[in-house]
Structure formats: structure tokens, C-alpha cells
């Protein structure tokens, strides 16, 4: 079977103001969202209160909420997962002397987690607490640091392997692609309020080895084409790379994609941001690696020359990895 | 011909059939066990097996009875399986009461894979507390409180010291921020340098530099040195994580895991535990040491006296050994715990038998000095001495109860005068030094802690859990299976099938390492699943392509996967690269997802060029062939 006419020659490259333009729009759109609405950090990166409930009967979120308030816990963020009778609710803990325990600095969890239950179960005896948690504040500050740490690592890491194994330019448009992907989808997680937990952070860091999968081969076929062809107009390789690479990354970004919906579908709650993330970072990815990694490469001017084997002597040795 | 050479088909033969064999022992769920042990160091004998049988049979309690096992070779524990968490906890609950003080009874999962299995090294993956439930605690090591302990302890020993050497100073005091050291006060030059020289010959830890002078005040600010400070900062931590071990095993839990995570933090997972106070009250527990001049022993009729009567001497405490007998010992306090530096087991240079060297600071070895002077061949007693907060909400109000318990943890006789360097001889056993010195040292903690972090996750959460990442697993599995064999026919069986051992082995190589299994980790199993299958894409489009150009069948598989390996080696560097960062990270979660991925990426990289290249060898290999289904 085939979904791809093999012979088709979309001209990506010819696009390539429209598609580049769409990327940059995209990318201011996403840092002014994040700089604006921020992300919506869950318990891992904020500290706080966490606690699941679980009840009976189906119940609805507003009503949590309302019994929530009634109870005296404010500003608690309730949110329904997996199904209608699993909620969970997230509040910052209140500066007061009857949460605090005696000698250390961190709160009483299991007072405030009796004042949530009082509260729940005074307007639905049903409520049941299935998980609680604190997390300090500290711990959060540290953990978006090492997020930006590990992101920082990755970035650089594929970039200096991108330059020994290609060249130059591939590192750079690679890494230009890559920062572009990795705004994009927490512009779009920023845009719909996903929470953004440590899983999530997990997430994001695949999709920036996922997507890195992607343009890698492309660049493979491009490094390929330039080798072997014996006329080598750069647009035209590039656009042909594109062209014949076009069903294994489409192909391939379906395939994951349904392992992901699957995991969206089937995994829980405790998964459900992640495997979102995972697909938003699969459509973004898979679309920068048609349209947005090579028109860069083509603007840093690569060349056959840039690209031809070093060892001379043993021109097939050089092809090896 | 064949492109596959025959001792690579013995490496794929042996890895599938290695990988089939230690992802095995997963299929083996545990059983939901009780495990009971003996909190004094008295055996598990069989009256107190005959006791938890009658006590569940008298309970209606079901209990699986090839399960119930008293196995020494495995420490002195019993353990009962039963068919479900709910008969499990109505057990545990049964027994307490039963079993009473002496015996400690806890949750347990108790493995049910096979004898042989786990005699070849099969063991199944350990799940993670959001898989089975439990309590799990971060907490943060107050840095400050290290150096403020350790300053204080300077500035008291350079005090000593300076009289010690007869050098006249003015003070000596901490500086005013901490971490800046100590400073002395001296009345002149000189003795300013001869106190330099003092201090740094006597704490090479130390670095001694000259303050300002005014007048005749003369400065010297003695700092610890940065590396050495980092040191101190590790012991203590290292020393808070045996401390906590310490402490919670004598929870019983059955396998608590205590790690140290990132610099300062300590991170403490307590699978099965529902209640977090119980757990809470050992962590925050403090404990010191005190030695003390002993009165009698339980042979002494004295002190026999004063156990059946009850009336004890004035100048006495009636305190009970580890094993229950009692002691009477002096109320005058020789030296405290924190006035020991040191305490490491060893053998005696003279007898050979088990001994404990202690080392004392200077204030504890002039106090000690004294009182061995007088009173050679008399006992001395260390006490242990324990400080819980047990917190009660009355009327919504928390009441906080301080409960001391004192218990005696070595008695033993002066052998002759000693000040800061001293040993206790005559231990039982090797272990028993071990344990004392553990005592002694990790009696109290090393700096104080913070809990920054806490999580309950409910049982039934957990096996929720478990099943939806198990059904994630295999529906994303069968519907990747079922696109591959749609979309690339023959070729996408065969990815199948390397697929599905990338699933085995995946799973085989996470048991061996002993990866704890996760949501997260489970995450990444999917994914890798979903990834693993485009090594295959690209080889089948390759040989598409190659036939499309006008190669041979042959000739075009032959051309694919010689192609597509370069293009899948350098996608999967990279990617490994991403996955190599997540294990950095420091906390729980993504390190888990980070492994499995790094772990699933290697093994794709085998199965869906090596394994897949066997397969389509033996397939099409020796076969004149005119069409390729691909």
C-alpha cells in the first residue's frame, strides 16, 4: 500500500517565504503568550497542595468548586480527569499558624487534606481522598532549572553532533527548526491552559529528540543527493530530498502518533498531558521538517563542495558512519 | 548467497531468547503479602508461626498457604500471602494485637516467580509507588545547620586547644555570619603566630589567616576549607541517610527506598504505607547519646530490687537494655552525643574481639579524662536516648506530645584511664560492633531536615494505574502492529515481529538494570514503541525506492538496509542525546521516563535493523525472486 505518489516533485522550496513567514509568526505568537499568559504550572513547578478525590457518582466541577469554597479553601484550581468521578484540586497552601507544624517550615499535609475532605464531603458524602501532596516551594524553582538545564544540554549536544557529522550549516538550521518546535508547542500548550507538569517537561524534552529524528533524515538524503549528483543546483537537491523522504516522515509521524493517541486514550490521567504534548510536538515537528529546516538551509547557502568527503583516498569509508 | 552472516544469526537467537527469559519473571504478579519479623533480636520461633495461623484461622481470614514461609536465609521474617490487598490489610490488622510489641508487622509484596527463574538473576521490575501506592518524602538537608554545627564545634575545640598550648588569648568566637569562620583574639604578634601555627598543625581542615590588628588586639580568623567543607557537607548528608535508614526499618516497612537526590536532598519512598504520621513521627525524631557511670546490671541484686519494688535510688535511673533487662545507671551525664565525633567498628588490636572506637571532642575528653581517672574497673553505660512528637488533633487543634524513651545501648567496664580516643571491647559478634557504632554515630542526625516535598497515592489508585498503562502498552502496541502489516505487507510483518521483541527485550533489559517501573516509564515504553517502528519505515521506503530505480529484489534489500543504517544511526544519536539529558534530570519521574527511553532506543536500534535483517534473510535469502511485497 502507498499513500504517496512516489513520483510526485512538490516544489516545498518554492514556498518557502509563505512557510518561513508562518514559522516566525508563529514562534512571536507563542513567545508573547508565553511571556503573557505564562504556562499553567502544575504542583510539580509551582509547590503547593494536590489531592485527588474520588467519588462515587459522577460529579461536576463546579459543584467541587462551590463545596470547595463553602468549605473554606480558596483559590483552588479543580480540574476533572479521566472520566466524571476523578478530580483533582490544587491550591497553595494558606499562610497560617494551624497548617504550619511546629519545628519545621513545610505545612501539615494531612490538616489541610482533612479540611478538603470536611469540605467535599459536607456537600457529597461520596468523596473519597485517593492521593494527596505537597511539594515545596523551592523544589519547583529547582526543577524549572534543571528543565531549562536539560533542554539547554539538548540543544547543544545535537548541535555539536550535527556539526561534526554534517556540517555547519545543518547544525544551525537544525537548531533553529529545534527552538522553533520546542516554542511552538508550548505556545499551543500555553494557548489551551494544559498544565504543565513534570511530565509534561518530560514531553517536551522528547519532542525535541523526536523532531530532531526528523530533520536528521532529510539532512541524510540531502548530504546523499549532493554527493551523488553530478550537477548540484542546491534548491532543486533540497526540494527532492524533501520530496523523497516526504512518505517515510509523514508515514512515520502516523505511526507514533497512534501509539501516542493510544496512550491519550487508554493511559489515565496521569499520562494525559503527556501523550497531548507528545502529539502536539508531532505535528509541529513533522510540518518544520518539510517546510521550515531546509528553506533555512538553503538561506546558509549549502553547497556540494561543503559536503563532499574529506578522505580522499577511501571516498566509501567516508560514506560509512 | 546470503548477506547475514551465520554468527549473527546465533546473536539475534541468543539475545531473543535472553530477552524472553528475564521479561518473564513480570508476568508473576506479587503476591499481596503481611511480613512479620522480631523488633528484638530474639528468632521467629514456630509458636510464633503457630500463633499468626491461629490468629488469621480464628479471623476467617484466607491466606495462601504454600505462601507462608519462614525463611532464615533471608533474615528473621515470616511472610503470609494473600489473595488480595483487602484480606491483607484485615490480616495485618489481626495480628497486631496478637503479636504485640515484640514483633513488627508490615506489608510486603512477596515475589511469586518461579525458583529457577530467579536462580538464572530473573527478577521482575520494581513498580513505582504511583503503581502500588505509598508514602514518598523529599526532604532538604539544612546546609546551615552544618556549618553552625560544625563552627561551634571549632570554636570550642580552639579554645581548648589554645590552653592546652598555654597560649594567652583575648576570645575566641564565632564570626558574625556563619560560614565565616572563627575568630581569636590575641594580645600580641607573637602569640598570634604561635597560635596560627597551633591551630593549623592541630585541624588541618582549617585554613588559619591573619585578621586586621588594632592596637593590641590581634585577629586570626581560622575558616574551614572549601573542599573540606564540601566533605563535611557529604558526610553529613550520608550520615542523615543512614540515621533515616536506621529509623525506618524500624517501621517495617519491607523495602523502604532512602536515596540521596540531587545535593541536598533525600528522598524517601515507603511503599504499602497509607498513613503518613507514623512515618513523619520516626523521620522527625531526634536522638542523642549520653554516657553515664553505671550503678548495676540486671545480676545485681540492687538493681532487681528496684525493678520488683519499683523504688529506685535517688541518684539513679532505671533504664532497660535492647533486649529488655535492666539496668540502673548514674544521673550525672559523663558526655553527650554531640560532644562524639566519630565512632567506627574494628577489631581489637589485643584480643581480636569485635570492638567500636570512639573519638570524642575536646570538652567530651576532659569531662571523660576526669571521670575515668577516679573510677577504673567501675561500669560505664551508654544511653540512647529518642525524642518523638507524637501529634494528636483535638478539637481541630494539634496537640503536640513529646514522648523520651531511654534505652541502654552498651554497658561495659573501664578498663583503664582514656580522654578522647577510646574503645569498647568485648562485643558479641562483628555485627554487633557494626551496629553499635551506627548507633553511636547515626544516633542523631547530622544536620536538620526539612520535608519539601510529600505524596500519598492511594492502593487502589495504583493498581488503577497499572492497568491502564498496561492496556496503553498493548493497544498502542496492536495498532502500530496493525499500520506496519497494512502499510508495508510482508516487510511490515516482519517489523512487527522485530517490533514486538523490542517490547521483550525493552522490558527484559528495565528488569536487569532494576529500572523501577513508573506511569512516566511506561510513557516512554509507548513511545519508544511508536518510535521504535521507524527504523522500518525508513528501510522499507529505501528497498521501495531501490526497486522503483530498477534493482533486483535482492539487490534492493540488500541497497535499503546498507543505506537506511547510516540515516537510522545518525537519527538515533541524536535522539539518544535527548534521552541522555532526561536521566540528568535530577527528580524521580523524568529520570524514569529518561532510562526507559535510553534504554528503548538501544534496543530498537537492534531489533529493527538486526533482527528484522535476519528475518528478511531467512525469507528471501537462496530464493530467486521477482517481486518484493513492500
Redesign the interface.
Known amino acids: 500500500m502507498e499513500i504517496f505518489n512516489h513520483n510526485a516533485n512538490v516544489h516545498f522550496l518554492g514556498l518557502r517565504k509563505i512557510s518561513i513567514g508562518v514559522a516566525v509568526l508563529l514562534v512571536i505568537a507563542s513567545i508573547v503568550l508565553l511571556a503573557t499568559r505564562s504556562l499553567n504550572y502544575g504542583l510539580d513547578f509551582t509547590g503547593g497542595v494536590a489531592v485527588e478525590a474520588i467519588y462515587d457518582n459522577p460529579v461536576s466541577v463546579e459543584d467541587v468548586r462551590n463545596a470547595l469554597d463553602k468549605g473554606g479553601v480558596d483559590n483552588a484550581v479543580v480540574q476533572s480527569v479521566g472520566g466524571t468521578r476523578h478530580v483533582a484540586i490544587r491550591f497553595q497552601p494558606k499562610d497560617d499558624k494551624h497548617y504550619v507544624a511546629q519545628e519545621g517550615k513545610s505545612p501539615n499535609l494531612d490538616l489541610m487534606t482533612n479540611d478538603v475532605a470536611k469540605a467535599l464531603q459536607a456537600a457529597r458524602p461520596d468523596a473519597k481522598i485517593a492521593s494527596k501532596s505537597y511539594v515545596g516551594p523551592q523544589v519547583g524553582a529547582e526543577l524549572r532549572s534543571d528543565g531549562v538545564t536539560a533542554a539547554i544540554f539538548v540543544i547543544i549536544g545535537i548541535g555539536v553532533y550535527l556539526w561534526i557529522r554534517f556540517e555547519r550549516r545543518f547544525a544551525i538550521a537544525a537548531l533553529a527548526t529545534e527552538v522553533h518546535d520546542v516554542l511552538v508547542t508550548l505556545g499551543v500548550i500555553s494557548l489551551f491552559r494544559r498544565e504543565f507538569d513534570m511530565t509534561v517537561l518530560a514531553s517536551v524534552l522528547a519532542v525535541i529528540g523526536y523532531s530532531i529524528n526528523d530533520k536528521v533524515v532529510v539532512f541524510d538524503r540531502i548530504r546523499e543527493l549532493f554527493r551523488s549528483a553530478r550537477k548540484a543546483d542546491p534548491e532543486e537537491i533540497l526540494n527532492r530530498s524533501i520530496n523523497s523522504t516526504l512518505s517515510r516522515t509523514i508515514i512515520t509521524s502516523l505511526f507514533t502518533g497512534i501509539a501516542m493517541a493510544a496512550l491519550y486514550f487508554f493511559g489515565g490521567p496521569t499520562v494525559h498531558g503527556f501523550a497531548i504534548t507528545m502529539l502536539i510536538g508531532i505535528v509541529v515537528g513533522t510540518l518544520s521538517s518539510i517546510f521550515v529546516a531546509s528553506p533555512i538551509l538553503l538561506w546558509l547557502g549549502v553547497s556540494k563542495k561543503d559536503l563532499m568527503p574529506v578522505t580522499r583516498e577511501n571516498p566509501e569509508l567516508a560514506r560509512r558512519p | 548467497m546470503s548477506d547475514f552472516p551465520r554468527w549473527r544469526y546465533f546473536l539475534v537467537a541468543i539475545v531473543l531468547v535472553a530477552g524472553i527469559l528475564y521479561a518473564l519473571p513480570n508476568v508473576y504478579a506479587p503476591l499481596q503479602a503481611v511480613q512479620v519479623s522480631s523488633s528484638q533480636s530474639e528468632p521467629l520461633d514456630p509458636t510464633v508461626q503457630q500463633k499468626v495461623i491461629s490468629a488469621l484461622q480464628s479471623a476467617k481470614i484466607p491466606y495462601v498457604n504454600e505462601s507462608v514461609r519462614h525463611d532464615a536465609s533471608r533474615g528473621d521474617y515470616m511472610v503470609i500471602g494473600f489473595a488480595n490487598g483487602d484480606q491483607q490489610k484485615s490480616a495485618a490488622d489481626a495480628l497486631k494485637p496478637v503479636l504485640g510489641d515484640k514483633y513488627t508487622v508490615a506489608f510486603n509484596l512477596e515475589s511469586t516467580v518461579p525458583r529457577w527463574l530467579s536462580a538464572i538473576g530473573g527478577r521482575a521490575m520494581p513498580l513505582g509507588l504511583?503503581l502500588q501506592g505509598g508514602v514518598?518524602f523529599?526532604m532538604?538537608v539544612d546546609q546551615s545547620d552544618i556549618i553552625d554545627r560544625q563552627e561551634n564545634r571549632y570554636t570550642q575545640d580552639i579554645a581548648a586547644l589554645l590552653k592546652d598550648k598555654k597560649i594567652p588569648f583575648i576570645s575566641v568566637a564565632r564570626a558574625a555570619t556563619a560560614g565565616q569562620g572563627v575568630n581569636v583574639v590575641l594580645s600580641s604578634s607573637a602569640d598570634r603566630s604561635a597560635a596560627s601555627d597551633a591551630i593549623a598543625t592541630e585541624y588541618t581542615d582549617l585554613g588559619v589567616t591573619d585578621g586586621a590588628s588594632t592596637g593590641d588586639r590581634f585577629v586570626l580568623n581560622a575558616v574551614i576549607k572549601p573542599d573540606k567543607l564540601h566533605d563535611i557537607q557529604t558526610n553529613a548528608i550520608r550520615q542523615n541517610l543512614a540515621t533515616l535508614s536506621n529509623r525506618i526499618n524500624a517501621l517495617g516497612v519491607s523495602e523502604p527506598v532512602i536515596q540521596v537526590q540531587?545535593e541536598d536532598h533525600i528522598s524517601v519512598e515507603l511503599a504499602g504505607v497509607q498513613d503518613?504520621?507514623e512515618a513523619k513521627k520516626v523521620i522527625?525524631a531526634t536522638a542523642t547519646l549520653e554516657y553515664v557511670a553505671g550503678i548495676g546490671d540486671a545480676r545485681d541484686p540492687a538493681v532487681q530490687d528496684a525493678v520488683r519494688t519499683g523504688n529506685i535510688p535517688p541518684d539513679a535511673h532505671l533504664y532497660y537494655g535492647r533486649q529488655g533487662e535492666p539496668y540502673l545507671v548514674s544521673k550525672n551525664i559523663i558526655a553527650s552525643g554531640d560532644e562524639l565525633v566519630d565512632a567506627s567498628s574494628g577489631n581489637d588490636s589485643q584480643s581480636g574481639s569485635p570492638s567500636v572506637n570512639v573519638t570524642l571532642n575536646s570538652a567530651g575528653a576532659a569531662k571523660m579524662l576526669d571521670f575515668t581517672r577516679d573510677n577504673v574497673g567501675k561500669p560505664m553505660a551508654v544511653v540512647y536516648v529518642e525524642t518523638t512528637?507524637d501529634?494528636k488533633?483535638v478539637d481541630g487543634?494539634?496537640v503536640?506530645t513529646p514522648k523520651t524513651t531511654y534505652s541502654v545501648i552498651n554497658y561495659a567496664t573501664i578498663q583503664g584511664v582514656f580522654s578522647n580516643k577510646f574503645q569498647t571491647t568485648g562485643l558479641a559478634s562483628t555485627k554487633a560492633a557494626s551496629e553499635l557504632a551506627l548507633m553511636l554515630k547515626g544516633g542523631s542526625l547530622a544536620a536538620r531536615m526539612?520535608?519539601?516535598?510529600?505524596?500519598?497515592?492511594?492502593p487502589?489508585?495504583g493498581q488503577?494505574?497499572i492497568d491502564?498503562?498496561f492496556?496503553?502498552v498493548l493497544?498502542?502496541?496492536a495498532?502500530?502492529l496493525l499500520?506496519?502489516a497494512?502499510?508495508?505487507?510482508l516487510f511490515g510483518l516482519v517489523a512487527d515481529v522485530a517490533l514486538f521483541f523490542n517490547l521483550v527485550i525493552l522490558v527484559a533489559v528495565m528488569s536487569m538494570v532494576g529500572v523501577t517501573l513508573t506511569?512516566?516509564g511506561?510513557?516512554g515504553i509507548?513511545?519508544t514503541?511508536?518510535?521504535a517502528?521507524?527504523s522500518n519505515?525508513?528501510i522499507c521506503?529505501r528497498v521501495?525506492?531501490e526497486l522503483?530505480n530498477g534493482s533486483t529484489p535482492l539487490a534492493a534489500i540488500r541497497a535499503g538496509y546498507e543505506?537506511a543504517?547510516?540515516?537510522i544511526?545518525?537519527?538515533?544519536?541524536?535522539?539518544l542525546?535527548?534521552?541522555?539529558?532526561?536521566t540528568?534530570?535530577?527528580?524521580g519521574?523524568?529520570k524514569g521516563?529518561?532510562v526507559t527511553?535510553l534504554i528503548g532506543i538501544l534496543t530498537s536500534m537492534f531489533t529493527s535493523v538486526t533482527v528484522t535483517h535476519a528475518i528478511t534473510a531467512l525469507i528471501h535469502g537462496g530464493r530467486k525472486l521477482k517481486t518484493l511485497s513492500v
Open positions: 504511583d514518598r523529599l532538604a540531587g503518613p504520621a522527625g512528637t501529634t488533633v487543634k494539634e503536640h526539612d520535608i519539601v516535598q510529600e505524596g500519598v497515592i492511594g487502589s489508585l488503577d494505574n491502564k498503562g492496556k496503553a493497544l498502542g502496541l495498532l502500530v499500520a506496519a497494512i502499510y508495508y505487507k506511569m512516566p511506561i510513557a509507548v513511545l514503541l511508536g518510535m517502528i521507524d519505515v525508513l521506503e521501495r525506492e522503483r543505506k543504517w547510516a540515516t544511526l545518525d537519527a538515533n544519536v541524536t535522539h542525546i535527548a534521552a541522555l539529558a532526561l540528568t534530570m535530577g527528580s519521574p523524568i521516563f529518561g527511553l
